[in-house]
């Protein structure tokens, strides 16, 4: 076995074992444990190190955290949005006050088509299937007072 890629392993392995765990099983959907790491080890068909590597490491083609994202786990984002701005933001300060991590818009038809909700296009279509937005007065609406949690929003 190569010495280089040894040592980079044994690197690895130390800042593996010493990263913050969420202390989660990580299995796939039939139940088969998945490993921190699969090297060369595991696929015998490339350079591993230039073409790979280990996670938070150079080429970063297994990201940027040492051990992956079982440190932090990725944020459910919860898609919502409906009538005016003003129910938005309530129905936004209710579910971050119900624990929700983090929120994406869901703008209606006529927003998402760049029409004013007073556009004759726009009728029937207005904060139906998401929120209507037809200024920036009604984005600052929206986003209005919800800085006061941890979560994010986009």
């Known amino acids: 076995m190569n010495r280089e890629y040894q040592e980079a392993k044994n690197r690895f392995e130390e800042r593996l074992y010493n990263a913050k765990s969420t202390g989660m099983k990580f299995t796939s959907v039939s139940g088969v444990d998945i490993k921190a790491l699969y ?5 015998n068909r490339f350079e591993f190190l230039s073409n790979v590597g280990f996670p938070g490491e150079y080429p970063f083609t297994r990201g940027i955290h040492t051990n992956g994202y079982r440190g932090k786990v990725w944020t ?3 898609f919502a949005g409906f009538g005016g701005p003003e129910d938005t933001n309530e129905r936004f300060k209710y579910l971050l006050n119900k624990g929700q991590t983090g929120l994406s818009v ?4 006529p927003t998402l088509m760049g029409r004013d909700s007073d556009d004759e296009l726009s009728e029937g279509e207005v904060g139906i299937c998401g929120v209507a937005i037809s200024s ?7 986003h209005g007072h919800l800085k006061f949690f941890s979560g994010t929003l986009s």
């Open 136 to 142: 920036l007065e009604d984005m600052e609406i929206l």
């Open 76 to 78: 459910m984002r919860q």
């Open 39 to 43: 090297t060369e080890d595991d696929l």
């Open 106 to 109: 869901a703008f209606d038809l």
